[in-house]
């Protein structure tokens, strides 16, 4: 480690990026100097599609695997225990010969007439294929569909009533032999016209188990015995129970978990929360505080209702009619009740006996609601314990409630709400008056006073922070938890990296800034404009759901975030295709009339006008709403490259232009056949979830860097002032060669972090002085006045970016998508085929095309399909290949380099057949290849290499791996390459290698430190 010296580090955190700079302080903590800049590029964890977190789409992949999975164990299960008790014969030809039997025969047959117990086994071994819905209140609330199979349920058990039929099996062998359909099957498109023909439950399976077997016990009792009844029962019945969701920690007592919003204690909580810090306006604007009276009447008021308007609460008080609060504003009008008391109170629930019961009964009443799976079980606790009658219990049972986690415990809440009751006092007051330490002593840096020597895994000192730690944990991760959204927690590890790299080097930085997006300071008069703008739109946004809800038959109180921004997106969109005609509003390709219920159904979706592909623009001003069979027929593709360039049947590009010119201006023009280079001049190339991932990611980061800093001096600050600042010095100019920003550069990360660091107190006060008094356009001016920080500043930032090597985070696990998820049949011929339905409904069609596949064969029965020429298992379907895991560079007899593409799929068989240690030690292995060749190489994505390319050195990140052997690389520095790749427009291209032409550019891999060391052994050929 170098002497220790004096310097600040300066963070740009980004969702995928940390831009650093090390700035040199004087004996006065003055900035003299740049000693080093950098930046670490890394995955943020998100689907780059939707933004969502890839563990999502992991966990819709592994729940659809699982379910299968317990299906073919539960028939395993079902077929060994019928085996085993005598009812399937112990030979396999004979039970396979049983298929032949009618099973809806037998099912009938069975309530009357004796079976064989081969026959009682093939009925049986057909029930437990569909075992009917079981429901779980839980998850019903959120599916969109369990309304529907809820009322086809109800009206089987009439059905079965009226046609006299004893169990359903008895009336499917009707429909049966009526040549009827005998599958559950949705029909219609829109939520309002979704409908299943029948559906069975759960409980109509029970029956007719019991119900077959008391009339087959009587006929054959020395077969059909109790101990057979209770093992093949429990084996079709059978239900594993639901792993519970565990909330995060207790903001005051983090070995504690957060209560519920619905409690009505945390309702209560909340509220007296926020009428505490209610105030009376002056008419000279001053604030006066409520009296313990005047806050009481309020906060009962907000007991009682759901919300409260301000008006209402000046009627209560008896105040004049003028009186406003310190709390409302244009945007504001009324304050949040008790939202479970409100609901709960309704006259077909508990009525005013709710309020009787005391505030323990209820938490204990929302408890049951909230975590009691079975509705049954739900209806008899609440009329045992509250003494509603049935009716009222199956209603209060399928009430909605406020969902979600507050931030503490109910062990803390219990302690802190006294205070708040007691007394008029605010938040951090009654915390600390609850025995609890302030807020600000509750880090781990403020409580113990401990500058680590490093930063360690950010989920130990930030407990506050994650979620609880696993059983058997087998990491950090799995030991102390880890925040939920992947951006941070990616963030957080990558910024321990880079931190502790640089302490490694230089030892500890004297200050630590961090950069947080959030806006200056603005004035009273601009902050009025701009809320009256936001409530305007929200209760815009608001009329269009509830509009929405009418039409989909939904109350918009219960609708949960994710459904209401999917629908107020949807009517905004479709409003803005003709906002003044409702009755003409059209698909913007096909011209087809969109109606309010059309819109709401599958065939119409949310489309990215610009590919988000190559714009990641996720505005609403790249967003449409259109046909779903003209979304495919668009692809990734820009309006006129889809239907502009070429004549498309069915499309007239001519036409799409007329109707986009309905919408506004800036959308308008994205349908222009220039649409997309227009975009790219206005360097709206970034995520707009970005903004807030980073300020979250900033606020944690703050308290994190306090353990290897004084906590007093790492400082955050706001992100307008950097931009501002980069302008003034000319900074742009050494990236761009013009006065932009240039984000084709992963170095402007270092550039953002070079200014961050030239910030100090003064600055930042001058700033916010400005803001306040002059508004946000004077900032302009203050910067023209700026001086440079010292008078070499540019030439040092200059100086540092040219020495600056990317550091990118390369993943070399071998997990990813194995292959494509549909299937594909061979063909004699070498074709291979499937059956798809087409877009618009229908009748699915037969595909034929030829593709190199992934060929699967039966694992469990060999024998089935037959075998090959070479005595193996012969495939029967086929996969397109996933993604590749790697390039083995390998050196033949003569030292020519050839190369060996490893698949994900090929990379997965190897672990499996070798197990985890053993195969991942193979496909790691440091001197041969899988061909047991001599490696050179091996070469993943987001590897570093140096090579000679015209006679120049160049440090380059590998960014694909073609089958064939071909890979391309990029300079490490090169940002947004994929979509400037395809850009015909664009100069820049990617350089491509096969092993063989690598050799004779001497290439080699080179190791780059999480700050940009780079350690390169030289080409060896």
């Known amino acids: 480690m170098l002497p220790k010296m004096r310097y600040r580090l300066a963070l740009d955190l980004g969702t995928t990026s940390i831009g650093w700079a090390m700035i040199r302080l004087d004996a006065e903590k003055a900035p003299v100097a740049i000693i080093r800049m950098g930046a670490r590029i890394f995955p943020d964890g998100r689907n780059p599609k939707d933004g969502s977190s890839l563990a999502v789409t992991r966990r819709a992949a592994r729940q659809m695997r699982r379910r299968r999975d317990r299906l073919l164990k539960r028939k395993e299960q079902m077929l060994a225990s019928l085996t085993r008790l005598g009812f399937f014969p112990t030979d396999e030809v004979q039970r396979r010969a049983l298929v032949t039997l009618d099973p809806y025969v037998l099912r009938k ?88 023909d029948f559906y069975a439950d759960r409980a109509m399976i029970e029956h007719e188990f019991d119900a077959l077997w008391a009339a087959q016990s009587k006929l054959n009792p020395s077969l059909f015995t109790e101990a057979a009844a209770i093992e093949l029962k429990d084996v079709l019945l059978f239900q594993r129970q639901l792993k519970p969701v565990k909330p995060g920690r207790c903001t005051l007592l983090p070995d504690e978990e957060r209560a519920p919003q619905a409690l009505p204690s945390i309702q209560r909580f909340r509220i007296y929360q926020e009428v505490n810090n209610l105030r009376l306006l002056t008419p000279d604007l001053r604030e006066v505080a409520l009296t313990k009276e005047q806050r009481d009447k309020i906060a009962d008021l907000l007991e009682r209702q759901g919300e409260v308007r301000f008006t209402a609460m000046v009627k209560a008080l008896k105040l004049p009619g003028h009186t406003k609060f310190n709390l409302e504003d244009i945007k504001r009008d009324r304050l949040k009740g008790n939202a479970t008391t409100a609901t709960l109170s309704k006259a077909q629930h508990f009525d005013e006996r709710w309020h009787e019961f005391p505030l323990e009964q209820q938490d204990s009443i929302v408890e049951q609601l909230l975590n009691e799976a079975s509705e049954s079980v739900l209806v008899e606790w609440l009329q045992q314990h509250t003494g509603v009658d049935e009716a009222a219990a199956e209603r209060i ?108 080097r230089y030892g500890h930085p004297s200050e630590v800034i961090v950069e947080v997006t959030r806006d200056l300071k603005i004035s009273r008069e601009l902050k009025l404009e701009i809320n009256k703008e936001q409530a305007e739109k929200q209760w815009r946004n608001d009329m269009l759901v509830a509009d929405a809800c009418t039409a989909l038959s939904l109350t918009p109180a219960n609708l949960d975030r994710g459904k209401r921004r999917e629908l107020s997106q949807k009517m905004q969109l479709w409003v803005e295709l003709n906002p003044k005609d409702a009755a003409d509003r059209r698909c913007p390709y096909t011209g087809e009339q969109i109606s309010i219920e059309r819109l709401l159904s599958y065939e119409v979706e949310i489309e990215h006008i610009l590919p988000y592909s190559i714009t990641l623009d996720d505005s609403m001003n790249n967003k449409t709403v259109a046909m779903r069979r ?262 033949d007899e003569k030292g020519k380099w050839n190369g060996d593409v490893v698949s994900t799929f ?99 891999m080179v190791i780059v430190s999480p700050i940009g060391e780079l350690r390169d052994c030289g080409f060896v050929s």
């Not at 199979?149 to 429909?175: F, M, P, S, Y």
């Not at 306040?772 to 356009?777: D, G, I, L, P």
């Not at 399909?865 to 590749?884: F, I, M, P």
């Not at 057949?913 to 292995?925: M, N, P, S, Y």
Request: aromatic share 8%.
């Open 906 to 1004: 090929d990379a997965y068989q190897v672990v499996r057949q070798h197990g985890e240690v053993a195969g991942l030690a193979k496909l790691r292995h440091p001197k041969l290849s899988q061909s047991n060749h001599p490696l050179v190489m091996r070469v993943v994505i987001g590897d570093t290499v140096r090579l000679e390319v015209e006679d120049l050195e160049r440090t380059m990140k590998v960014v694909k791996i073609f089958g064939s052997g071909q890979f391309f690389m990029c300079d490490h520095f090169e940002a947004n390459v994929d979509s400037r790749n395809s850009d015909k427009q664009d100069s820049f291209a990617y350089v491509s290698k096969y092993p063989s032409s690598l050799q004779k550019a001497k290439g080699r």
């Open 397 to 504: 049972a399928s009430t909605g409630l406020p969902e979600g986690y507050g931030s503490l415990s109910r062990a803390a809440v219990a302690r802190v709400l006294p205070q708040l009751v007691n007394d008029v006092v605010v938040y951090s007051e009654a915390v600390i008056r609850a025995g609890f330490e302030s807020h600000s002593a509750l880090s781990h840096a403020q409580s113990t006073g401990e500058i680590m020597e490093a930063l360690p895994y950010y989920g130990e000192p930030l407990r506050r922070h994650v979620a609880f730690a696993k059983d058997n944990p087998r990491n950090d991760e799995e030991r102390f938890g880890k925040i939920a959204n992947p951006t941070v927690h990616i963030g957080l590890n990558e910024l321990r990296k880079v931190v502790n790299a640089l302490i490694r």
């Open 109 to 196: 047959k069975g309530l009357h007439e004796i079976l064989t117990g081969p026959e009682f086994a093939r009925a049986l071994f057909h029930i437990n294929q569909r075992r009917g819905f079981l429901s779980n209140r839980k998850t019903d609330k959120k599916d969109n569909d369990s309304g529907a199979l809820k009322k086809a349920i109800k009206d089987l058990r009439n059905k079965l009533v009226e046609e006299n039929c004893q169990t359903l099996g008895e009336w499917l062998a009707k429909r049966h032999e009526a040549r009827e359909s005998v599958r559950a099957r949705l029909r219609g498109r829109t939520q309002k016209d979704k409908a299943y």
């Open 630 to 891: 003209s979304n495919r027929d668009k692809g990734n593709r820009t309006p006129f490259d889809a239907f502009g360039k070429n004549t498309e049947p069915g499309y007239d590009y001519e036409a799409i232009v007329h109707r986009a010119s309905f919408m506004n201006k800036e959308k308008a023009k994205r349908f222009a056949p220039d649409g997309y280079q227009r975009w790219l001049k206005e360097n709206k190339d970034f995520l707009a979830r970005a903004l807030n991932d980073t300020a979250y990611l900033s606020r944690i980061a703050k308290e994190y860097l306090s353990l290897i800093c004084p906590p007093n001096r790492v400082r955050a600050i706001p992100g307008r002032m950097t931009a501002l600042l980069r302008g003034k010095f000319g900074l742009n100019q050494l990236l761009s060669g013009n006065q932009l920003k240039n984000r084709n550069d992963h170095r402007h990360h270092a550039l953002d972090a070079a200014v961050i660091g030239i910030t100090d107190q003064g600055l930042l006060q001058r700033f916010a002085k400005a803001s306040e008094s002059a508004r946000a356009r004077q900032l302009d001016r203050l910067v023209e006045e700026m001086p440079l920080p010292w008078p070499t500043y540019r030439e040092h930032v200059e100086r540092a970016l040219k020495n600056i090597v990317i550091s990118h985070k390369p993943d070399h696990g071998y997990q990813g998508a194995m292959h494509e998820e549909t299937a594909w049949g061979f063909r004699e011929n070498g074709e291979v085929t499937r059956r798809v339905r087409p877009e618009g409904g229908g009748a699915r069609i037969r595909e034929v095309k030829n593709k190199n596949l992934v060929a699967i064969s039966s694992t469990s029965n060999p024998d089935r399909h037959g075998l090959d020429d070479a005595g193996q298992a012969k495939a029967y379907k086929g996969y397109v290949g996933g993604s590749n895991y790697c390039l083995e560079i390998w050196r």
